[in-house]
């Protein structure tokens, strides 16, 4: 199977796991896509009847295309579910996410959700994170101070540019890219993320998920974090 056709054979699991009356969060990605596609098409064949919490405009528009309900974060009162995609998943369970740059928005809805899924192809599966750039939404104003300041601690550092121009986050924030290898300890270098000023959000998922499905060759495999 190719990674896309095993993306879409999570998506399509994932979708079982959302009840009638639910209120579920959508994450970012091509795999979730797919998860948002099949979804679509049990609100319009099956009837079932869900709200969704979008983590990015693309997410929104195209539920809203397929008929899903959208509200805003601050419109519910809980999220039951959260579905979302991944970049790197430790055996610990710990994750990299911000690949595409929604990871602020991904983590403001994972900790407002009661429950956390997320579906990968088995490529994002690693022994420890790293390998993937760690990714930062910053604030614009000071941005090449704060990459001054990422640099002279090590951690190799990158806007995230496309055709000569920052990639813009969904909240207007730019992207920073840390080329580390590998993070020997997640929990230590979130806490020192965490104190930098101008850093809006970085793209460490930790104690987070509890359901992890991982699309491999033989079919799903559904992994309990916690
Ligand atoms: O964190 C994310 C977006 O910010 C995505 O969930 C992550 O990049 C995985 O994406 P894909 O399913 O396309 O591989």
Excluded: C
């Amino acid at each position: 199977m190719t990674q896309d056709e095993l993306k879409q054979l999570v998506g399509k699991a994932a979708v079982d796991f959302i009840e009638d009356g639910m209120i579920v969060g959508l994450g970012t990605g091509s795999t979730v896509k797919y998860m948002v596609d099949y979804l679509g098409e049990r609100v319009q064949k099956d009837g079932i009847n869900i709200v969704g919490v979008s983590t990015s405009k693309r997410t929104a528009e195209q539920a809203t295309n397929l008929g899903i309900t959208i509200k805003d974060v601050d419109e519910v009162d809980h999220i039951d579910l959260t579905i979302d995609g991944a970049d790197q998943i430790d055996k610990n369970f710990q994750g990299i996410k911000g690949g595409g740059a929604a990871h602020l928005w991904e983590k403001i809805v994972a900790i407002n959700s009661r429950r956390n899924m997320w579906i990968v192809d088995e490529s994002k599966m690693a022994d420890e994170l790293g390998s993937f750039p760690l990714p930062l939404e910053v604030i614009p104003y000071g941005s090449k101070q704060l990459l001054k300041r990422l640099d002279a601690k090590g951690y190799h550092p990158e806007f995230r540019m496309a055709n000569g121009e920052h990639v813009l986050t969904d909240s207007k924030n730019y992207v920073i890219d840390l080329h580390m290898g590998k993070i020997e300890d997640p929990h230590a270098l979130a806490a020192d993320l965490d104190s930098m000023t101008g850093i809006v959000e970085h793209g460490l998922f930790l104690d987070l998920v509890n359901t992890v499905i991982v699309g491999r060759e033989d079919g799903p495999e559904v992994l309990q974090a916690r």
